[in-house]
């Protein structure tokens, strides 16, 4: 069964870091393009970075451009989401998602190009 687990949540205060975790099982997260999303309550579902399979290029959206890194490791079968400086509209439940994408460049940050997802981890930013 392929499954997407996310772990690393918690509660921080702003100027904080976190690194999210999204493991896979039953398949290797190398071959798919793998997104992170975010869900704070009351709103719609957003991209935050993305990373392609095997030559790893990254795209992260505006809102959080140099202070979160997507990164991946291939021997764990894991990718990361690397949060520094954390600001409380960063709080949302997050999700990881895996694409089988149109190419080995292929990154996104639009839902519909997801195949997989996880159930998500609850980042708080608060004081």
């Known amino acids: 069964q392929l499954q997407l687990v996310e772990s690393g949540g918690g509660l921080v205060q702003p100027g904080g870091s976190l690194r999210l975790s999204c493991a896979a099982s039953?398949?290797?997260?190398?071959?798919?393009?793998i997104g992170w999303f975010r869900q704070a309550p009351g709103k719609e579902r957003e991209g935050v970075s993305c990373?392609?399979?095997?030559?790893?290029?990254?795209y992260s959206a505006d809102s959080v451009k140099g202070r979160f890194t997507i990164s991946r490791d291939g021997a764990k079968n894991t990718v990361y989401l690397q949060m520094n400086s954390l600001k409380p509209e960063d709080t949302a439940v997050y999700y990881c998602?895996?694409?089988?994408?149109?190419?080995?460049?292929?990154?996104?940050?639009?839902?519909?190009?997801?195949?997989?997802w996880g159930q998500g981890t609850q980042v708080t930013v608060s004081t």
């Open positions: 998602a895996a694409s089988l994408g149109h190419s080995d460049t292929f990154y996104s940050l639009e839902e519909d190009e997801y195949d997989y």
């Open positions: 039953g398949f290797t997260l190398d071959y798919y393009a």
């Open positions: 990373i392609s399979r095997l030559d790893s290029n990254t």
